[in-house]
């Protein structure tokens, strides 16, 4: 099954069903880094920078009470999440009100799969902050990405 119709086939509707009865291994199992290009320090205006920009992939691991044999391993399914996390850096000497990011995501081929917006509010002169832009569509799909900064006000 894949990511995309996992996530909409159980949703909340599994969560509440289960609720006290599921186990996820202390969160992330593992996060792994592409090792593609990640994109440059690009910025319409130089005193705000995306530095430190990658994707991501969180693996988790989840069972459900009765179901598959613990000791074995049987019954857990492992499901990935896929982000663009970066840092977004305020170089300038006035306080920041908003920045839109947009991540577009590519396949092998080089087509756009999607595109995803985050928005970061009030950054101070000199300040940093980190940001995850959450990917919806399935890890081996995605194969590179590139982000930009659209819609700042100062």
């Known amino acids: 099954m894949n990511r995309r119709t996992l996530l ?28 593609g290009d990640a994109s440059p320090d690009v910025s319409p205006d130089p005193d705000l920078v995306i530095a430190d920009d990658d994707l991501v992939t969180h693996h988790f691991r989840v069972s459900a009470c009765g179901v598959g044999d613990e000791a074995t391993g049987s019954g857990r399914e492992v499901i990935e999440e896929l982000y663009v996390r970066g840092t977004l850096e305020n170089r300038g000497a006035s306080r920041l009100s908003r920045a ?55």
Not at 15 to 29: F, I, L, M, P
Not at 116 to 138: C, H, K, N, W
């Open 100 to 154: 839109d990011l947009r991540v577009r995501v590519f396949d092998g081929d080089g087509t756009v799969l999607n595109e995803y917006e985050e928005t970061v509010r009030e950054l101070a002169p000199g300040s940093s902050r980190q940001f995850e832009i959450m990917i919806y569509e399935d890890t081996d799909v995605v194969a590179d990405y590139d982000l930009s900064l659209e819609g700042v006000r100062w």
């Open 8 to 35: 909409r086939t159980t949703g909340v509707s599994v969560a509440a069903a289960v609720a006290g009865c599921t186990t996820a291994d202390s969160g992330r199992e593992d996060d792994e880094t592409s090792d």
